[in-house]
C-alpha cells in the first residue's frame, strides 16, 4: 500500500524539478520508476559469491517499503538474501 510519505516524495521530486503534475503526475512518476528497476547480474553473482564464501550479507536500502518488498518478491531476492 502506497502511503502519503510516497507521494509527498514525488510531490517534492517535481516541485525542485520545476514540472508541475499537468505535465506529469507523482502517480507516473512512480510507475515509472517501478516499472524500470532493474537488477544487475554480474552484483548479484558477487553477492552470491561472497556469501559461499562465509561473509554476512545484507541489504542497506533508501526504497520506500513498498517499492523494497515488491522488487524482493519480483526478482527472488530471497534467494539471495536471507531472511
Known amino acids: 500500500q502506497k502511503d502519503s510519505?510516497?507521494?509527498t516524495f514525488w510531490k517534492e521530486v517535481l516541485?525542485?524539478?520545476g514540472i508541475s503534475?499537468?505535465?506529469v503526475t507523482w502517480?507516473?512518476?512512480d510507475n515509472a520508476l517501478r516499472e524500470d528497476f532493474r537488477i544487475f547480474p554480474s552484483t548479484?553473482?558477487?553477492i552470491e559469491q561472497l556469501r559461499d564464501r562465509?561473509?554476512?550479507i545484507g541489504v542497506i536500502s533508501?526504497?520506500?517499503t513498498y517499492w523494497f518488498n515488491e522488487y524482493v518478491e519480483k526478482f527472488n531476492l530471497?534467494?539471495?538474501f536471507p531472511r
Request: proline fraction near 0%; hydrophobic fraction near 25%; aromatic fraction near 8%.
Open 15 to 17: 516541485r525542485a524539478g
Open 78 to 80: 530471497y534467494d539471495v
Open 27 to 29: 502517480q507516473q512518476l
Open 62 to 64: 533508501n526504497h520506500s
Open 5 to 7: 510519505s510516497v507521494e
Open 44 to 46: 548479484i553473482s558477487l
Open 54 to 56: 562465509g561473509y554476512t
Open 21 to 23: 503534475e499537468s505535465q
